[in-house]
């Protein structure tokens, strides 16, 4: 066996430079950590891979890639936004998507795609493939065709049911005409269930990242689904309008039209009374299909300055592997398309008028006069640390106040237009404090 050594060194040279390409399959738990470490192998300048802060129920970390031109930081006039799939463990489409999207972000930004560098330079994307490692695993255990077996967490709760309950909240905020209509998470006194870690790790991502916008992928359906989620009345089926309706209904159409089937009104449906939702253009508000309380979506909304949209990604919620990538086919152009919608409306930096200084948790109120209307829109959002803000809107004219206690408040008109793969417009403000009364 003398020879085998002098072999051996050779055999290593050709596997060293070796850097595994994206294979369609089903990644298992490892395999998702592996595909992310070596998308930042291949792109160290641009990503990071981070965990939450909190662990699954059985002790897997939850992943994450971030894609920026500065990893690891937020920058004023960046604006953040996130992905997360599989937070229904039986549901794995979205889980691959991700993971193929990473890969892809990468590689095009490594071979010069230019619409991709800009992305990518002008906004800090993190994507996360799982929210529920432990569910994909039971689901995978059991053959991954049941409809339900592997949704829910190792503690057998439904993590899109576990968030604390928000809407009730704003719900009576509103008929009472009092409170804030926005970041209402310190106002929450009693829980239905215990937070879970899944949950836990989310809330604290949330609180931590001003994401501006986002998107839940699940499966069992073919519609973009928009909030509220939460019916007013509690009927089980009722339009749950936000102040940010039009909004929403854009940004879940920049989906749900960028897909290669989501919007076709000929397709078939999906579930057990066959429905299909490209009728209406692919999309739905969450409590007209059906209400649901303690779900992400519009936690995202009424506990920080996030829009967030769920996607149902097709019928099936555990596709065969074989069809994984005539899905990503499908779903690629709307999945960049979608990311592309975090520069719509008005962005812009709060400051101090006298010193300069960055004014964080200002108020940004918007009021909608396009032709002549003064609709006032009752969600307001807020600057972060630096004083930075974003303020996602379609187009039309508005009226936007910059306000901080102990400031004179100021008001300034402006059009948004919205142009594709465009900043949003800068609008800086500049408050001045108000004078001391004896
Ligand atoms: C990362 O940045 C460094 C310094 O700017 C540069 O030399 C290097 O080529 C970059 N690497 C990649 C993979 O782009
Ligand atoms: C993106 O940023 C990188 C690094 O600053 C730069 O080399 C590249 O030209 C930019 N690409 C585009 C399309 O803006
Ligand atoms: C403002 O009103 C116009 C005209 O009704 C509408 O097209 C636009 O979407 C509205 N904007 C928002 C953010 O609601
Ligand atoms: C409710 C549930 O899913 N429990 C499972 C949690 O995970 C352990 C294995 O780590 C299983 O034995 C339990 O059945
Ligand atoms: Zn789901």
Redesign the pocket.
Known sequence: MRFACWLLPSVVLVLAPLIEAFTWKHHDNNELREVLNTVHD?????TRVYTLSEKSVRGLPLHVIEFSSKPGYHQPYYPEFKYIGNMHGNEVLGRELLLKLADYLCEQY?GGDTSIQKLVNMTRIHIMPSMNPDGWQIATDAGGNDYLVGRVNNNSIDLNRNFPDLDRIMFSNEQDNVGHNNHLLALVDRLNQPIQPETKGVIRWIMQVPFVLSANLHGGDLVANYPYDESRTGAMMEYSKSPDDYTFRHLAQSYSTFHTDMARPNRAGCGFDGYNFGRQGGITNGAAWYSVDGGMQDFNYLSSNDFEITLELGCDKYPPASTLQPEWEKNKKALINFMWQSHIGVKGIVRDGLTGRPIANAVIHVRNITDGKKDDIMHDITSVYQGDYYRLLTPGDYEITAYQEGYSPEMKRVKVINRPEEEAVRLDFKLFTLPQVN
């Open positions: 291949k792109c160290p300048n641009i490594n």
